[in-house]
Every structure is written in C-alpha cells, then in structure tokens.
C-alpha cells in the first residue's frame, strides 16, 4: 500500500469546509466557542493569519484537522465561509497529533483541567508510563506531568468535578490524599472543608503533616490543628550547590515545594533521633 506523500508545510491551500472533520484525538474540547466571534472579527477584519493544519494528502479528501479547531469554528458557525486556508503534516500518527494540538492550545490558551488531563494520560499510556518521553514531547515539567498522572489515578469523580469547576487545585488535592493516607472519603471532606474555611496556603501545607502524624484524626480534626496559631521559627540553610541540585531534583520528583521537603526531612531526622515525639 502506497502512503500518501508528505506536502511542503510552507504551502498553503484553499481548503473546501466540508472535506474537513475534527480529529477525534485533538487536545482541546472545551469552551471552544468562548469569545468566537472575537476571533471571527480579527480574521473578517485581517485575514486569517495562521492556517490550520490538516492530516491528509492534498486533493485527496476527506482531512483530519488536528490543529486550529476554533479558527475552523470561526469559519464554520459566523463567518460561513466554503473554505478555509490551510497546510498539511503529510503523515503524522495518533500520538503525534495529540502531542501537536496539546503543545499548540497550551501555548495560544490555558487548556481545561480536564482536557490537559486527558490528553497527558493519553500520551502517557502511549509512551509506555515514560514520563520522560512526555516531556521531551510536550516540554511539560515532570511535576506537572506526574501531579496530573497522580490525580488522574488516585483522585475519586467528585475530586476531579471539584477540579474542572475550579473550587480547588491540584495542589490541594495531592496534599487531602496524602493528609488522609489513602482514605479517599477523608480526603473528600478535606476538600469540602478548605473551600468551605478557606484557609491560608501555610495552613494548607500542615495538612499533611497533622494526617500523617496520627491515621485517626477526622478531616475536621486535621484542619483544625493545620488552622490553630503557631509559633514558627524561620531557618536559613545555606545548602552546597551538590544539596540545591539534589533539593531541585527531590522537588520535581516528589512534586513538593523545597520548604516541605526541608520541613519534612529534618522533623523525620529528629524523630528518627528520638528529639522529638
């Protein structure tokens, strides 16, 4: 079977609106046509500037837009145009366009917790669970990378609802699992009790510390004691560059902030060293 030719990526073609399709796989699916008419006004008024990108052979329809789908909606649904400017990947797998429309949107918008989410997760299995080769592919962080694969496969429906409708972030959900030590109907109420009380981001951070310290708090519990007023003492540590690379390397592993870290190495050493409790 012959595989269609790869076209110049700088040549740019008229492209019939009804020989296009939606790729199945494209990254963005949400608030697709938020401030649309916006958009259609700056291409009415300038042109469209940046093309669209197809997967297909030039003059042989139908073809996959994998790239620039409310630049097509614009086109579509306002402007109502027969045609759209347009170039072509030549061949491109599955996982390579759900790289190329995730790498555009982050770069043009701010995805959706749920689509991000679903497009990282999707390349992940696609890797073969290398995170690593999910960065190379989208320059993503690790940490963003595994805070997404974490919640993704510990964080129970209700969590995630609580995520796409924005009441909560990622960091808050990591830490009401790690603070409920597997109990993910604490960690719901966590959840419920920090959009509720609303507490400070340092009093967000001792939940983790008052939930692993004794397994039988009750979420109220936990929060109450990470919300009493604390005496705290600020220590400045002046760390060798070997330390700073292995604090960096340790914060992007374990995706905490370098204070949790210090925090929690030093207070395991002295309980280790039977000073404290």
Request: net charge positive; with cysteine.
């Amino acid at each position: 079977m012959n595989q269609p030719k790869e076209a110049p990526l700088e040549k740019i073609y008229e492209i019939r609106l009804k020989d296009i399709h939606i790729s199945k796989e494209i990254a963005r699916y949400r608030d697709l046509i938020k401030d649309l008419a916006e958009l259609a006004a700056s291409i009415k008024q300038h042109g469209l500037l940046q093309p669209v990108v197809l997967l297909g052979e030039p003059g042989k329809p139908p073809y996959e837009l994998i790239s620039g789908q409310r630049r097509f909606l614009a086109h579509q649904l306002i402007l109502k145009t027969s045609s759209i400017r347009a170039v072509f990947t030549g061949n491109l797998s599955e996982t390579d366009a759900v790289v190329r429309s995730l790498v555009e949107h982050l770069q043009c918008v701010e995805l959706s917790y749920d689509d991000t989410a679903k497009a990282i997760t999707y390349l992940y299995g696609k890797f073969g669970k290398d995170e690593h080769k999910v960065q190379k592919a989208t320059g993503l962080s690790l940490r963003k990378i595994r805070d997404f694969i974490l919640i993704e496969a510990r964080a129970t429906p209700k969590m995630k609802a609580l995520l796409k409708q924005g009441k909560v972030s990622n960091s808050d959900v990591k830490r009401t699992i790690r603070a409920a030590q597997g109990n993910l109907q604490k960690a719901e109420e966590l959840l419920d009790l920090i959009i509720k009380r609303k507490p400070a981001a340092y009093q967000k951070r001792r939940l983790v510390m008052y939930g692993e310290r004794n397994k039988r708090f009750s979420a109220e519990r936990i929060l109450e004691d990470a919300m009493k007023p604390h005496v705290e003492q600020s220590i400045v540590l002046n760390l060798s560059e070997y330390s700073l690379q292995g604090l960096e390397k340790a914060k992007e592993s374990l995706a905490m902030e370098p204070e949790e870290i210090a925090v929690k190495v030093l207070s395991d050493w002295l309980r280790g060293q039977g000073f404290v409790k």
